[in-house]
């Protein structure tokens, strides 16, 4: 049973997946659904005795693309639809052990490719209006399989959080003719302090307004909305750039660094959107190398997040831990 239910308070949709509660939590290495299939040994998700980078539907998808009806009926106040939309996983690599930033700058390159793909492919779906690609990693962040892999949800509608910064850029735009992350972009590196890493077409920072004391946002120098707008050489540099953080938050505390990592383009409903601009984000559960940021009362309950330190301090530390990638 799944289904689409309206929050008429906040005017945003909640799905429901109560199929959900009997997927795979945290198996034994010798058990994981994600490693290839052994010869001799049980099937797993992927039949193939090697692979590279594979995607394939959820087992357990808050989102079908051939979504029940809906096992309650709306009514005028409490609107339902179906959870139509698709749910993939997308496995980094056939090796167990180790994460993303294990894998080297090819590996993450081949894997924006798969992002491009799957980003194009599933945006031209008739019911799909966003496709929102991300990674959580760690059993901080609730992570139920260890396998390096990352998710794909293609939504039926512009979830609230995108289409909040599209009326931001739209706005800004208005106001300033100017784009609102061009114009983030130069104030970050007129600054200077809270630059994390930069390249030649990418630049990493924790941004002014970081709620999470590690945020970081990966931002295209040049103005674009989505990796299908990319050349190839901002596609090689995205790969170094990843490559470049990943490492400095595993060095930051000698520990595999947890985190939720989203990507924000444009969406795929057929509109214009030339305003917005390409971003990565990153918040990482971590205040300390023992100690978690919850989001409480105030961050859950109002929505101000209250960031125990400053923007400007955590990007000079991380700062310390980039390297120049090989
Ligand atoms: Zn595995
Ligand atoms: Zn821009
Ligand atoms: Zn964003």
């Not at 390159?109 to 008739?126: M, N, P, Q, S």
Request: aromatic share 12%; with cysteine.
């Amino acid at each position: 049973m799944s289904e689409l239910r309206w929050n008429p308070l906040v005017g945003e949709w909640v799905a429901t997946a109560t199929h959900r509660q009997e997927r795979t939590f945290l198996p034994p290495a010798d058990f994981c659904p994600l490693c290839p299939t052994k010869p001799g040994g049980f099937p797993t998700e992927v039949p193939e005795n090697d692979y590279d980078i594979v995607v394939f539907e959820n087992r357990f998808p808050s989102l079908q693309s051939n979504p029940p009806v809906p096992a309650i009926e709306g009514t005028d106040l409490y609107k339902v639809r179906p959870a139509q939309g698709v749910c993939e996983v997308l496995l980094y690599t056939p090796h167990h052990a180790g994460t993303l930033t294990d894998e080297p700058v090819e590996q993450i390159y081949k894997l924006i490719r798969v992002w491009t793909d799957r980003f194009k492919e599933l945006g031209a779906l008739r019911f799909v209006n966003y496709v929102f690609i991300f990674e959580n990693k760690g059993e901080a962040i609730g992570v139920t399989l260890h396998h390096p892999h990352g998710q794909i949800y293609a939504y039926p509608f512009i979830p609230p959080r995108i289409e909040r910064e599209l009326e931001q850029s739209l706005a800004h735009r208005a106001r300033h003719g100017s784009c609102l992350l061009c114009d983030v972009v130069a104030e970050e590196r007129r600054d200077g302090r809270r630059i994390v890493a930069l390249n030649n077409s990418f630049v990493a920072f924790i941004p002014f307004y970081a709620r999470w004391p590690y945020e970081l946002h990966i931002c295209s120098r040049r103005h674009l909305q989505a990796l299908t707008d990319m050349t190839e050489t901002e596609q090689l540099d995205l790969a170094a750039m990843l490559k470049m953080v990943l490492a400095a938050f595993d060095r930051l505390f000698n520990l595999s660094f947890p985190y939720m990592m989203v990507i924000h383009q444009r969406p795929t409903d057929g509109g214009n959107y030339d305003h917005y601009h390409f971003h990565i984000e990153f918040y990482p559960p971590l205040r300390t190398a023992t100690k978690l940021k919850y989001l409480a009362g105030s961050e859950t309950g109002a929505g101000l997040f209250i960031n125990d330190t400053l923007a400007e301090e955590k990007a000079s530390e991380l700062r310390a831990h980039i390297a120049p990638v090989v």
